[in-house]
């Protein structure tokens, strides 16, 4: 595939990519991992978001706790802080998404979009029904780990809730998902989740 132009090779992704969302969908009821994941194919780029502090972004990962990702926390003021803390209903929170652009499945600049979603308080967790957009912010990730920080007013709760991050670019797109949250995390190196409790 590295030798197919920008366009072919940008067909090809997106054949895998339903090729592979139909399969998976279409093998159980209740999400389960496939039992054989094709080749994560070599991508013209490859940003990753860390699951757990040694995640390098090799797919599938098994790491836990996987909804607690060191590359996505919320803090009260836009200066970073040293570990996520609890969001304030009716007060502006800020969320830091690290983009690292050093993936194990391709290199280069990427330019894309950083998703932000949430579930609700005390909701269900199905991929993407139970899935509430916050954010869309376009970014240009060079190699090395890009910060994105993100005003968030609309902080719901209080209660139990979970954010997630999505990187998607039509170099690096998301391949693999599933009603499963989990298995959406696992599989996609792309995707990082961090749970809340809002106060």
Not at 66 to 95: E, F, H, L, R
Not at 130 to 151: E, I, K, R, Y
């Amino acid at each position: 595939m590295a030798f197919l132009g920008s366009r072919a090779r940008r067909a090809a992704l997106a054949l895998l990519a339903g090729t592979a969302l139909a399969g998976l969908l279409a093998t159980t009821a209740t999400a389960a991992p496939p039992a054989a994941k094709p080749d994560r194919v070599m991508t013209p780029t490859d940003i990753y978001l860390r699951d757990v502090p040694s995640d390098f972004g090799l797919e599938p990962h098994s790491g836990s706790p996987i909804w607690a990702s060191p590359d996505v926390k919320v803090c009260p003021t836009a200066v970073g802080c040293a570990t996520s803390q609890s969001p304030v209903v009716g007060m502006t929170s800020y969320i830091f998404v690290t983009l690292r652009n050093s993936g194990p499945y391709g290199t280069g600049t990427d330019s894309g979009a950083l998703r932000i979603y949430r579930t609700s308080p005390g909701g269900g967790m199905i991929w993407p029904t139970d899935l509430t957009w916050v954010a869309t912010v376009p970014v240009v990730v060079p190699p090395g780990a890009t910060t994105v920080v993100v005003p968030w007013g609309a902080v719901p709760g209080p209660g139990n809730f979970s954010l997630l991050a999505v990187w998607e670019s039509p170099d690096d797109p998301v391949l693999l998902l599933t009603p499963d949250l989990q298995v959406n995390v696992r599989y996609n190196n792309n995707i990082a989740w961090r749970a809340l409790q809002s106060v």
